[in-house]
């Protein structure tokens, strides 16, 4: 067990929804990184929050967007889900500060399917 | 920009057998190196990382990777297969600074008895 939490494990919509994703890192991680996934396109960064703000954008589409609350826990939009949206979602977090040896711990992964 | 290349998308050994799981990045700047392994229906799990520090770096689960500047690799290695490493491996790099990991396609680890 990593200590990081995602809700839900499974997910199943439609295309045209909007689902949230929620993650919670490991007690007294400031850092939030959202990752997919996905067969094809294997494992993408998506997006990273330290400590409320956003630090870095990756492959993200505009359909999606996160935040991160005071509580440090994160949240990922996905809109307007298309097929193609079905993937794995994660969530990393890691330690206090922005070093580059910190090493991440991930999530157990949303598993999101859209049909 | 960082990339990591993984050589194989499937690997199989017989168990007791000896595993080596290749990884080259690409990198302007010094990098940081992290092996990760993901069991079926699980997150991503730490098995080692390279900082710097020590070349030959030795993880969880009997796994150890040599850090290879003149060749940037730094390939994933256990002196002898058991069932149970069977799972998806993933190498990733990340550059100094605040960058993510940039991973590897993964390599499928099978384990023959």
């Known amino acids: 067990d990593s200590g990081v939490t995602q809700t839900p494990k499974h997910l199943i919509t439609a295309t045209g929804q909007r689902v949230t994703l929620r993650c919670s890192p490991r007690s007294g991680d400031l850092s939030v990184y959202w990752y997919q996934q996905s067969l094809d396109q294997g494992l993408q960064f998506l997006i990273h929050?330290?400590?409320?703000?956003?630090?870095a954008k990756g492959n993200i589409l505009e359909r999606f967007s996160a935040q991160q609350f005071p509580d440090l826990h994160s949240e990922l939009n996905l809109s307007s889900l298309e097929l193609g949206d079905s993937a794995l979602y994660f969530c990393?977090?890691?330690?206090?500060?922005?070093?580059?040896?910190?090493?991440?711990?991930f999530g157990p992964g949303t598993r999101l399917t859209v049909t | 920009a960082q990339s990591v290349t993984q050589l194989g998308s499937h690997v199989s050994v017989s168990e007791g057998a000896l595993v080596l799981l290749r990884c080259n990045y690409s990198s302007s700047v010094p990098p940081y190196l992290f092996w990760y392994v993901q069991y079926p229906n699980q997150g991503l799990q730490l098995l080692l990382k390279?900082?710097?520090?020590?070349?030959l770096v030795k993880g969880i689960n009997g796994f150890e990777a040599e850090f290879k500047k003149s060749e940037t690799s730094f390939h994933l290695t256990k002196p002898s297969a058991h069932m149970s490493d069977a799972a998806e491996y993933f190498c990733a790099v990340r550059a100094s600074g605040n960058t993510p990991l940039v991973f590897g396609k993964g390599t499928r680890l099978s384990v023959i008895a």
């Open positions: 990393a977090s890691s330690p206090k500060g922005t070093g580059s040896s910190y090493e991440q711990y």
């Open positions: 390279y900082t710097s520090a020590a070349t």
């Open positions: 929050y330290y400590n409320g703000e956003e630090r």
